[in-house]
């Protein structure tokens, strides 16, 4: 099968650690990393700020990322001997986690030669150096900034009744969160270190190694059998360029979710073309909570959290000014209603001004209209700008014509008002 061009298989970011393996250079690199590692974590444990643990599902004690804690924990501690103890089980659960491989051997080792930063080995190679580094501080800066149990991401305002789960993905901190949908309401259910684009986030074009940023679904599964190994236990497509980066000019194809090769247990954080790489068990958990066409899939660069009560305050604010949108519609007052879209609005060949002279014809053509909206979702987009995606069920009924159709509009923040920029079938 043809790779898609926008993710990363040139062979290097599978795993430059997984090249040292192969050329038997560890005794050089395990020198110094993990005694490095402690002076890291002990630096950290005063400058990171620790958050109340979110209230979750009790995680598996022999799963690789609990026994990785458990020794970061330790060697926070100067407690090499029972770090290592977890690391031993920790390689005996996953073989192939190299990183885990780099700890023993540094905790081994690191009794007779003190470091003072870590991947500091002077004749080690120093590109796999970085890797494994910035896998570990990513690692432990999960580990460290556990967020709050009364804090839900802020894009998620409204999942749909059949939306069972969402994802939200950190790029910044190599993280993917899981959100369970409780009544509209997103709970946090875990998180999972993933690799993302090797030159960073907000994708513009084809072939830039980076992942977009925005609100995705889920679009389809491609399993294990019709991939090459590259890919691991399947792939995920998500439907990159949508309708706000097709406005905004961005192009490209082919951003996925998906695993690893059999022989790699992780790669580095920023390890791949523009899509987003879990281990394989992490890719296995995930996908029984995939729900394909209907499975949200927020991609940021660093998640804004809220509290529930800022969250719901601003869903609430948003809802508003969708039902005056409905009603201001119904009233067949076409400047009440252009008042609703902005200036730049384009959709399906029209501006606004072409938008406002086809409605100012309907309307003068009815005698009455009324609007019902149901199944309403609404995600925030990440980035600067402020959007909201709306999509919904629309029962359309007047004097003369009654439809009903799936609708999404994209809503822009202007001027402390928000307006709509564009408005199609979904």
């Known amino acids: 099968m043809k790779r898609p061009a926008n993710d990363g298989h040139d062979g290097i970011s599978v795993s430059a650690a997984a090249a040292g393996e192969r050329e038997g250079i560890y005794p050089l690199v395990l020198l110094r990393i993990l005694r490095a590692l402690a002076c890291v974590l002990a630096a950290l444990a005063l400058a990171l700020p620790v958050c109340a643990p979110a209230k979750t599902v009790r995680p598996d004690p022999t799963s690789p990322e609990t026994l990785l804690n458990r020794a970061f924990k330790e060697i926070g501690r100067q407690r090499f001997d029972a770090a290592l103890e977890h690391i031993e089980a920790l390689i005996r659960v996953r073989p192939d986690f190299r990183m885990a491989h780099l700890i023993k051997g540094d905790l081994l080792l690191a009794k007779a030669r003190p470091l003072a930063t870590l991947g500091n080995a002077p004749n080690g190679p120093a590109a796999r150096i970085v890797d494994l580094r910035e896998e570990a501080v990513a690692r432990l800066r999960a580990y460290r900034e556990q967020r709050s149990s009364d804090q839900v991401p802020r894009y998620l305002l409204q999942l749909l009744p059949e939306q069972k789960y969402a994802i939200v993905v950190d790029t910044g901190r190599s993280r993917l969160y899981l959100f369970r949908n409780e009544a509209g309401q997103p709970r946090y259910v875990g998180d999972y270190y993933i690799s993302s684009g090797k030159r960073g986030a907000v994708k513009v074009r084809e072939g830039d190694q980076k992942t977009p940023i925005g609100v995705y679904h889920v679009t389809s599964s ?8 590259f890919y691991g236990s399947g792939a995920y497509p998500i439907n990159y360029p949508n309708e706000w980066d097709r406005r905004q000019g961005r192009n490209g194809h082919g951003i996925w979710l998906h695993g690893t090769p059999s022989d790699t247990y992780s790669r580095p954080p920023r390890a791949s073309d523009g899509c987003v790489v879990l281990s394989n068990a992490d890719l296995d958990a995930l996908a029984r909570h995939l729900q394909i066409g209907l499975t949200p899939v927020v991609i940021s660069e660093g998640v804004e959290w809220l509290s529930v009560e800022a969250w719901n305050t601003e869903r ?7 039902d ?3 009603r201001d519609w119904e009233s067949r007052d076409t400047d009440r209603y252009l008042a609703h879209y902005s200036p730049g609005f ?4 029209q501006d606004r001004d072409a938008w406002g002279r086809h409605k100012r014809q309907v ?3 009815k005698s009455w209209v009324k609007v019902g909206l149901s199944n309403v979702s609404l995600f925030r987009t990440p980035g600067k700008e402020e959007v909201v995606v709306v999509t919904f069920d629309q029962n359309y009924r007047s004097s003369n014509l009654s439809n009903v159709m799936k609708k999404r509009q994209y809503w822009l923040r202007e001027s402390g008002r928000w307006r709509i920029v564009y408005e199609g079938a979904a």
């Not at 491609?222 to 190994?229: G, Q, T, V, Y």
């Not at 384009?346 to 060949?349: D, L, T």
């Open 316 to 322: 609430t604010s948003f809802l508003q000014a969708l």
């Open 363 to 365: 309307n003068g053509a």
């Open 346 to 349: 384009a959709a399906n060949g």
């Open 222 to 229: 491609l399993p294990r059998k019709k991939l090459s190994d």
């Open 324 to 326: 005056q949108w409905r």
